[in-house]
Nanobody, 121 residues
Framework: QVQLVESGGGLVQPGGSLRLSCAAS????????MGWYRQAPGKERVLVAT???????NYADSVKGRFTISRDNAKNTVYLQMNSLNPEDTAVYYC???????????????WGQGTQVTVSS
């Protein structure tokens, strides 16, 4: 079983910053991609940013230049540094990990429980 534990969400004023963390633990042999998605009220869950095992990154256009994704492979942890936040960034943010539970296992997708980010004055 694989667990993803997220932290770092909260309430912040427009223009402020937050840093999200997501640590993977349990029976996971190899982690490939890690990433963050978000879901605003009444909307679908959408990609925010991803980072591959080699460090290659991908960002949604709406967060380019403001958000930075990074990972610590030794800790199986992915981070999302969010700067210049605005009310449109308000959403539940979900951690996403693609990895293999065992040496011969096919990659699977795992999700965190979500952390609320609210940008409001």
């Amino acid at each position: 079983q694989v667990q993803l534990v997220e932290s770092g969400g909260g309430l912040v004023q427009p223009g402020g910053s937050l840093r999200l963390s997501c640590a993977a633990s349990g029976s996971i042999f190899r982690i490939n991609a890690m990433g963050w998605y978000r879901q605003a009220p009444g909307k679908e869950r959408v990609l925010v940013a991803t980072i591959g095992s080699g460090g290659n990154t991908n960002y949604a256009d709406s967060v380019k230049g403001r958000f930075t994704i990074s990972r610590d492979n030794a800790k199986n942890t992915v981070y999302l540094q969010m700067n210049s936040l605005n009310p449109e960034d308000t959403a539940v943010y979900y951690c996403n990990v693609v990895g293999s539970p065992g040496l011969w296992s096919s990659p699977r997708t795992f999700w965190g429980q979500g952390t609320q980010v609210t940008v409001s004055s």
